[in-house]
């Protein structure tokens, strides 16, 4: 069979017009299109077998958007998720972390210009709490040091000595 195949690629040849290519009108390159304008694109970190029915109703549920949704596997395991206002996917994205059968949903935004396979779905930010340290760690250049030790380092909120009051870093 193999070797059939191999015959056939051989004689195969384009046409003068098929080696052209296709040329897609500039309008129709630059248009935004209406399926991505209020997109995310999502992996769920899990090694279980994944029912997107169940999946599907139980975020729809969740994620309560006022003007819907629509949902789609774009991948084995990337999910393109289409809002049908900016709101609606602002307030998800926002309102991380979700997650399906204790596992962890990656959200991240997808613009209209973009391919919803590029975006890095292997991480995600965690607010992180240190407690019993001592007054003088409670500040700015500690909370960096601890943040970076245990992950990726983004912010902590100080006043404006960059001093910590609280029970936690």
Not at 36 to 60: M, P
Not at 92 to 117: F, G, Q
Not at 141 to 168: H, M, P, Y
Request: aromatic content about 8%; overall charge negative.
């Amino acid at each position: 069979m193999d070797d059939e195949i191999a015959k056939l690629g051989k004689i195969l040849s384009l046409s003068t017009e098929e080696e052209n290519g296709v040329v897609m009108p500039s309008d129709l390159w630059h248009s935004e299109s209406d399926l991505q304008s209020f997109c995310a694109v999502g992996r769920l970190l899990s090694h279980k077998s994944l029912n997107f029915d169940a999946l599907r109703s139980t975020l729809t549920a969740s994620f309560n958007p006022i003007r819907g949704m629509n949902m789609r596997m774009i991948d084995g395991n990337r999910i393109l998720f289409c809002f049908n206002h900016q709101v609606d996917r602002k307030r998800v994205l926002e309102n991380s972390h979700w997650a399906y059968e204790k596992s962890l949903l990656v959200l991240r935004a997808v613009e209209s210009d973009e391919n919803p396979m590029k975006p890095d779905l292997d991480w995600c930010d965690f607010h992180a709490h240190i407690h019993d340290l001592p007054l003088e760690k409670m500040n700015r250049d500690f909370a960096q040091f601890i943040g970076n030790q245990i992950g990726r380092f983004i912010d902590v909120d100080t006043d404006k000595s960059e001093k910590l009051w609280g029970s936690s870093l």
